[in-house]
T-cell receptor, first 112, second 110 residues
Framework: NAGVTQTPKFRILKIGQSMTLQCTQD?????MYWYRQDPGMGLKLIYY???????DKGEVPNGYNVSRSTTEDFPLRLELAAPSQTSVYFC???????????FGDGTRLSIL | QKEVEQNSGPLSVPEGAIASLNCTYS??????FFWYRQYSGKSPELIMF????GDKEDGRFTAQLNKASQYVSLLIRDSQPSDSATYLC??????????FGPGTRLSVLP
């Protein structure tokens, strides 16, 4: 079982570029989440999804978009990269309410 | 703004001692509480979760929840150098609103 897989692991972007961070899980989990973690800080929720076709904003959604066309995949899109989006991004999933989240290995993103 | 607070540390304990990590939260409607361990450069990994007031034990780890005081703690017995990491407290409020604290850095000294 691969669990939650994130790609790429590292990326450097120029200001204004766009990119998609990929997240896929093979556990048939209904709930999926995107977080960012800045140095010395806790995780901040960007977006989440409770099932295919359903997404909603978290605490810090500005500058990001998501989609959930399948149960397995939950990509995060940055349209116009800004230096403030330099961070480590974690994707997580869980089966249902009452269950804990399982995290991917993260994507380290630098915007210069 | 829902908040979760933790002492950033570092908390240093000698090997074999009990490490006590504390977390307070602001949202009285919070429903479930999680402790994650995060090694430097790695992703968070779940240690324990607790939903009801009282204690929950799993091996060397005990989570304690007091909803009246809005306080949750994690005790690590017989601390090992491999327990040295940052410990994140996470609180779930209404819906899918998970709020993480900034983490407490624990150092277990051989």
């Amino acid at each position: 079982n691969a669990g939650v897989t994130q790609t790429p692991k590292f990326r450097i972007l120029k200001i204004g570029q766009s990119m998609t961070l990929q997240c896929t899980q093979d556990m048939n989990h209904n709930y999926m989440y995107w977080y960012r973690q800045d140095p010395g800080m806790g995780l901040k929720l960007i977006y989440y999804s409770v099932g295919a076709g359903i997404t909603d904003k978290g605490e810090v959604p500005n500058g990001y978009n998501v989609s959930r066309s399948t149960t397995e995949d939950f990509p995060l899109r940055l349209e116009l990269a800004a230096p403030s989006q330099t961070s480590v991004y974690f994707c997580a999933s869980r089966l249902q309410d009452g269950q804990p989240q399982h995290f991917g290995d993260g994507t380290r993103l630098s915007i210069l | 703004q829902k908040e979760v607070e933790q002492n950033s540390g570092p908390l240093s304990v000698p090997e074999g001692a009990i490490a006590s990590l504390n977390c307070t939260y602001s949202d009285r409607g919070s429903q479930s509480f999680f402790w994650y361990r995060q090694y430097s450069g790695k992703s968070p990994e779940l240690i324990m979760f607790i939903y009801s007031n009282g204690d929950k034990e799993d091996g060397r780890f005990t989570a304690q929840l007091n909803k009246a005081s809005q306080y949750v703690s994690l005790l690590i017995r017989d601390s090992q150098p491999s327990d040295s990491a940052t410990y994140l407290c996470a609180v779930r409020g209404y819906g899918q609103n998970f709020v993480f604290g900034p983490g407490t850095r624990l150092s277990v000294l051989p």
